[in-house]
């Protein structure tokens, strides 16, 4: 036995992190291993000085006789696929993935197995996704629209994945943009490691609030309908996600423009990635877990549901936040 643990919940020797969202990379381990590209925020999130151990997509480590390598899963930077090779048996744990590219995190990449992870976030047939550049000119036409009327535009979504497809896909600005101070936060920590974002400045007490006036504020999801929307009136809000593909989602969420954008894979994109894996036992961890998995028990290929508590991600990192 190899004794480690993927995306652990709880405290353990060694932990394997899929990426670095808060519902997957769990505080206290005494060591990780993860791919390069989540360091930063890794630390950023779990403490400076936490023991880990990074390694490139593909590059084969052996723990105990076992041997393991991280393909990349699409999700966000650095999430990863970790495979998992005894034998000659060969199991992939997908963490969280999507299929689209967005341009900011390695593509998806199947990988060959005979068992599979997946979540199921999306597994339902009413989850299709459109293609991003369709998303993202429906996006520019919103601000424009708002910029008429003199209004600021806050586009909301998780701090980590979702903004920095944002700002990658939305470029060039030709109107000042602004951002939360946590999507700031990991901006900033990955511009430091190297990855190719524009600088964008922080909201601050001291910015002349005319300066918000057409402007583009990038805010987190858990900024809607609290105090710190007010600095930034008139305004008109927007959130980026999968659910606001389910009608009401959008009025549950006061908001005034519902953008489908998910990080997760679809229904179509799940039932791809399960195909070219050509896995004989699918294990469905979090999601439509029951329907999915009975769904996948109907084509053919042998499925359990596993209870787990994946799904939560948050938006605000540990660590400083600067003040807003």
Not at 9 to 21: L, M
Not at 94 to 119: A, L, R
Not at 294 to 299: A, D, G, M, S, V
Request: hydrophobic letters at 35%.
């Amino acid at each position: 036995m190899a004794n480690i643990h993927i995306d652990p919940w709880k405290p353990v020797d060694f932990a394997i992190i899929t990426h670095a969202h808060s519902d997957h990379a769990k505080p206290d381990c005494k060591h990780y291993l993860a791919h390069k590209d989540s360091e930063s925020i890794l630390r950023l999130r779990l403490g400076e000085n936490i023991s880990l151990q990074t390694v490139e997509y593909g590059e084969k480590i052996f723990i105990n006789g076992i041997q393991f390598s991280l393909h990349p899963a699409g999700h966000v930077i650095g999430s990863a696929q970790i495979r998992v090779e005894s034998k000659g048996d060969v199991w992939v744990a997908s963490g969280d993935y999507k299929v689209q590219d967005d341009h900011f995190s390695e593509p998806f990449e199947p990988v060959k197995c005979n068992t599979f992870i997946t979540e199921s976030t999306f597994g339902l047939p009413i989850y299709k996704w459109r293609p991003q550049v369709e998303v993202m000119d429906d996006i520019k036409e919103w601000w424009k629209q708002n910029q008429l009327h003199d209004k600021a535009s806050i586009l909301m979504g998780y701090a980590l994945g979702k903004m920095q497809r944002l700002i990658k896909n939305l470029q060039p600005f030709d109107k000042p943009v602004f951002a939360h101070g946590a999507i700031y936060n990991v901006n900033e920590r990955l511009r430091s490691a190297g990855f190719d974002l524009p600088h964008i400045p922080m909201v601050t007490s001291d910015i002349n609030k005319k300066m918000y006036r057409g402007a583009l504020i990038f805010g987190t999801s858990s900024s809607l309908n609290t105090p710190w929307l007010k600095k930034f009136e008139p305004y008109s809000t927007g959130y980026c996600s999968g659910w606001m593909a389910v009608r009401g989602a959008k009025n549950r969420r006061s908001v005034d423009r519902g953008f489908i954008l998910s990080d997760h894979a679809d229904w179509s994109e799940l039932n791809y990635a399960i195909a070219e894996t050509g896995a004989e036992k699918v294990y469905v961890t979090h999601g439509y877990t029951d329907t999915y998995s009975r769904w996948l028990n109907e084509q053919g290929i042998e499925s359990e549901e596993v209870n787990t508590t994946y799904g939560d991600e948050e938006d605000v990192l540990t660590g400083e936040t600067p003040k807003q």
